[in-house]
């Protein structure tokens, strides 16, 4: 079967620094997207990653591993507004995409 | 340059009845993709459609469901028959032609169903 795993939650302060982990199993493997939700929002696109390595984008960064099937979403200086779902995705051949079930992530005062 | 638009934002249906959902890509899209989400759970794919063609369907239930993107208006997904399982929201998104380079699917904020 493919499947996604990723930790149910999180919980950081403010201004800290968090990592989210997404290991993978999947039939076929394009790239590793990353996806943030609130809380009756929509799924916003934050990072995609093909090939190994990592990817700056602001305070947000993701880094892929192909040969380890992992990647994880790193979030800097946390704000509380951060406080939202996080959904690992991984594009498995064509244009089908599967989501892990998501990690809730709390950032407290 | 509007997003993607859903309608209607909240549906409720009695079981039995039919529900119809709406979706209209961002301008310039014509790959759609159709997703299902229970409460505190991931998206589940069901369907991806360019115009006029369903290009696959494999995460789409066999029966009740059905989904379409005609030449001209929105992409439409059926449910027929609705039952209690159905409730959920249900989200569209699309990407341009060629896909994105960064695989980026955007989203629209969804069709929260409620089946009573």
């Known amino acids: 079967g493919q499947s996604l795993e990723q930790p149910s939650e999180v919980t950081a302060v403010e201004g800290a620094i968090v990592q989210i982990n997404c290991t993978y199993q999947t039939s076929g493997f394009y790239g590793l997207s990353w996806y943030q939700q609130h809380d009756g929002g929509a799924p916003t696109f934050l990072s995609y990653n093909a090939l190994d390595g990592l990817e700056e984008t602001g305070r947000f960064s993701s880094f892929l591993s192909r040969s380890d099937s992992y990647g994880y979403l790193l979030l800097q200086e946390l704000q509380m507004k951060d406080s939202a779902s996080y959904f690992c995705?991984?594009?498995?051949?064509?244009?089908?995409?599967?989501f892990g079930a998501g990690t809730r992530l709390f950032v407290k005062a | 340059n509007a997003g993607v638009m859903q309608n209607p934002r909240h549906l409720v249906r009695r079981r039995g009845q039919e529900a119809r959902l709406r979706c209209s890509p961002m301008k310039g899209h014509s790959h759609v993709y159709w997703y299902r989400q229970l409460p505190e759970e991931g998206l589940k794919f069901m369907v991806y459609l360019q115009k006029e063609n369903i290009i696959d369907e494999s995460g789409m239930p066999k029966e009740r469901f059905s989904a379409e993107f005609p030449k001209e208006g929105p992409s439409i997904l059926r449910i027929q028959q609705v039952v209690r399982g159905d409730s959920a929201a249900y989200f569209c998104?699309?990407?341009?032609?060629?896909?994105?380079?960064?695989?980026?699917?955007?989203f629209g904020p969804g069709t929260r169903l409620t089946v009573l």
């Open positions: 998104a699309s990407s341009p032609v060629g896909g994105s380079g960064t695989d980026e699917q955007f």
């Open positions: 995705a991984v594009r498995t051949g064509g244009f089908k995409t599967i």
